[in-house]
């Protein structure tokens, strides 16, 4: 079936504007995961959901990212007042479900650049 | 923390050679996943090992993973082209999120 579908694939936003990255997951899975990749940086959890659960935020750099997920399925990452800092590669990941040794499967991202 | 080092950070090779790339963790590990990502794509899934001893092989790459489950190898045999990329190793430590490497950036030459 299909992958982990993201976009847009790439963003060129302005400093200070709101910017908001979206995830469709692979259909069935239950937990999504958002990842950030910055140069010279390994990748960086952001946030996950699992099912109906509230969503581990525990990685996210600021409150000026939040995330939600709709009916389960597709997520959307926000990033308002955008900084020249968050210019990264996002990338989405799903699994069957939460817990271990669920493979994560991943988007091909989408690049973030912030003028 | 959960912490996992790759070497080396990058690696020239010339087709048809042989290769291989380690991933060590801070702690024993759960599971440990290894990824392939090519520029401008997302991450591509090749090989999880739960096991001590552990050893898959898909094609010509094969990964393995100690007997003390903290380091993990993968090795590429007869390299081509194909094989360029960035692979990355991610630590399940029965923690949901992964916990990543930064990555071995690997290049095939002709």
């Known amino acids: 079936g299909a992958g982990v579908s993201q976009s847009p694939s790439n963003k060129v936003t302005e400093k200070g504007k709101d910017v908001e990255l979206r995830c469709d997951p692979i259909s069935g899975h239950t937990a999504l995961y958002w990842y950030r990749q910055s140069l010279g940086q390994g990748l960086e959890f952001l946030i996950y959901?699992?099912?109906?659960?509230?969503?581990?935020k525990s990685g996210l750099p600021s409150d000026r990212f939040s995330a939600e997920r709709t009916g389960g399925s597709v997520s959307t990452l926000t990033i308002q007042r955008t900084q020249q800092e968050d210019s990264a590669v996002y990338l989405c990941?799903?699994?069957?479900?939460?817990?271990?040794?669920?493979?994560?499967?991943f988007g091909p991202g989408t690049r973030l650049t912030v003028l | 923390s959960q912490e996992l080092e790759q070497s080396p950070q990058s690696l020239i090779v010339q087709e048809g050679k042989n290769l291989t790339i380690n991933c060590t963790s801070s702690?024993?590990?759960?599971?440990l996943y290894w990824y392939k990502q090519k520029y401008g794509e997302g991450l591509i899934f090749l090989m999880m090992l739960q096991k001590g001893g552990e050893e898959k092989s898909h094609e010509k790459i094969t990964a393995k993973l100690d007997e003390k489950k903290q380091q993990s190898s993968l090795h590429i045999t007869a390299s081509q082209p194909s094989h360029a990329g960035i692979y990355l190793c991610?630590?399940?430590?029965?923690?949901?999120?992964?916990?990543f490497g930064k990555g071995t950036r690997l290049s095939v030459i002709a």
């Open positions: 991610g630590a399940d430590n029965r923690n949901t999120p992964l916990v």
């Open positions: 990941a799903s699994s069957w479900t939460s817990g271990s040794l669920n493979t994560q499967y």
């Open positions: 959901f699992q099912g109906n659960s509230a969503p581990d």
């Open positions: 702690k024993t590990l759960y599971g």
